[in-house]
């Protein structure tokens, strides 16, 4: 029994060894193969590093060698450069040497002439000389007795000469003149229609004058009152006709009447509203006129705010002729005349257009078109120039540069065509507007109109300034003024209209 756990043992013992052993081997035996795999990876990495080294030789040979020929064929190329220079340096000396020659044979002949000349003037002064001698005079004395016998003979031969010359250099000038101002005129061409003082406003139908005119007549005072228009209904069939001297306020009736019109409903307070819109709609068909305007004469480069008062010319007249149109007709003409004499065509071409810019402005404010032009267009920075050129078109001013001359010039033209101008109808809304200047002058006076070509005034008078005795005073005041400062032939009727209104909201 007991010898059976000491076999067990030797057993384990033996199989402890035997397992050693048999690790040891594998050990050796693995190692031995790690070797041999390292040897043949070294012995492979050191052919490849020949071969690297071989390539690397032979091509730092290959740029050696390219370099090599590099070198000398720039050293050949230095060669013939040199070579070059050095023929050109000669061909310089031998240019040198020739200029040296040549120098020096110039100035050898400029000193022979300027010896010669100095006998020459020696030969001179002696000859000059002996004819002073033989003749008892010198020479500036026989100089003056010559030139002053030439001037005795010749003198009236010399006046004609000179007027012939002058009256042709005149013939030309005026010639040169006549041919610019035919020129520009031909090339430029535009209808002509005078403004009446009366609009025709055509109704759909004939019922539409009865609510026009509204009870007791109430519809058309108020239309009247607020547009400062005569609104005259006769017996043209479908048909009023609105009567003003001013353009705008019979423009603004219009439009205000094709809206009452549309809209159906005609009553005061829509009257009034309807007025409003006309009068805002009409403010930027002004701005969309003066921008056409600018546009076709090309100009560019106006504020806004005069681009609206070019508008406003629009609905303004002189003599008859529409003032936009002059001004769009002179600023054509003008650049036309300024290109012909050489002068600024911008400055010139926008000097007449705004040179009627403050006949825009209305009555009420003092002061001369010109001088209100002038303030508009230095108030908005206008370039000086254009100040200039257009401050003169009536010598308020003094003609400070050639297109104030031209812009003049051009204004004339343009007044002076056959059928532009109707002095009657001016003369007629000159006095008009003075009338309407007269009355505005008084204290509380809101709006003033004037009728019925102007044989009636209806004066619009502020009712927290002016109560009912006070109007019945100023219509007399106004009618004695109209008396003393106007003259007009017939009677003018005053009415002066206080119209009193209690407002009050129920909130």
């Known amino acids: 029994m007991v010898q059976q756990p000491l076999l067990a043992v030797g057993i384990l013992i033996v199989g402890v060894i035997a397992g050693y052993l048999v690790r040891r081997f594998l050990a050796a035996k693995q190692a031995s193969s790690i070797e041999e795999r390292v040897r043949r990876d070294l012995d492979r ?9 071989a390539t690397a030789e032979q091509k730092a040979t290959g740029i050696v060698d390219a370099s090599k020929r590099e070198v000398r064929e720039r050293e050949q190329q230095l060669a013939r450069t040199e070579e070059r220079i050095a023929k050109k340096e ?5 240019q040198a040497r020739d200029l040296d020659r040549r120098e020096r044979e110039l100035r050898d002949e400029l000193n022979k002439v300027s010896t010669e000349r100095n006998e020459i003037r020696e030969l001179e002064r002696r ?20 030139m002053g016998r030439i001037e005795r003979e010749y003198r009236d031969d010399m006046v004609k000469t000179v007027q012939r010359l002058e009256q042709e250099r005149r013939e030309d000038i005026e010639k040169r003149s006549l041919d610019i101002i035919t020129t520009a005129l031909n090339r430029y061409a535009r209808s002509h229609v005078s403004e009446l003082t009366t609009t025709l406003f055509t109704l759909p139908n004939e019922e539409l004058k009865g609510k026009i005119i509204g009870r007791e007549g109430r519809n058309i005072r108020t239309l009247e009152r607020l547009t400062g228009v005569e609104v005259i209904m006769d017996e043209t069939p479908d048909s009023i006709i609105f009567s003003s001297f001013d353009p705008l306020r019979r ?4 439009v205000a009447m094709e809206k009452l019109v549309k809209d159906g409903r005609i009553q005061p307070a829509k009257i009034e509203e309807k007025v409003e819109e006309a009068k805002t709609e009409l403010t930027k068909r002004m701005v969309a006129i003066g921008e056409q305007a600018a546009l076709e004469v090309g100009v560019l480069d106006l504020p806004k705010e005069i681009i609206q008062l070019l508008g406003r010319l629009h609905f303004r007249t002189s003599y008859g002729q529409n003032v936009l149109v002059h001004s769009v007709e002179m600023a054509h003409i003008s650049a036309m005349m300024a290109a012909e004499l050489g002068a600024d065509v911008a400055v010139a071409r926008k000097g007449a257009l705004l040179h009627d810019i403050g006949k825009a402005i209305s009555h009420e404010v003092e002061g001369t078109h010109v001088e209100l032009g002038r303030k508009i267009l230095k108030k908005y920075g206008v370039d000086d120039r ?27 033209l343009s007044a002076a065509r056959p059928g532009a101008r109707r002095d009657t109808v001016e003369n007629y809304l000159k006095r008009l507007e003075d009338l309407e200047k007269v009355v505005h002058s008084f204290e509380g006076v ?8 102007g044989r ?5 008078v502020v009712p927290e300034k002016v109560d009912d005795f006070g109007a019945l005073q100023m219509a007399k005041n106004i009618a004695a003024k109209i008396q003393t400062e106007l003259k007009y032939p017939g009677e003018i009727k005053v009415n002066v209209i206080r119209e ?8």
């Open 45 to 53: 990495a050191k052919d490849e590093a020949k071969s690297v080294i």
């Open 90 to 94: 000669e061909g310089v000396e031998s």
């Open 127 to 146: 000859a000059t000389q002996e004819l002073e001698r033989l003749a008892g005079f010198s020479a500036e004395s026989a100089k003056q007795e010559l």
């Open 251 to 254: 423009e603004i009736a219009k």
């Open 386 to 412: 254009v100040v200039k050129a257009m401050e003169a078109h009536h010598e308020e001013y003094p003609f400070s540069t050639p297109e104030s001359f031209i812009v003049a010039a051009a204004d004339v």
């Open 446 to 453: 809101k709006n003033v109109y004037a009728l019925s070509a």
């Open 456 to 460: 009636e005034v209806r004066v619009f």
């Open 500 to 507: 009193m209104r209690a407002v009050e909201y129920a909130r």
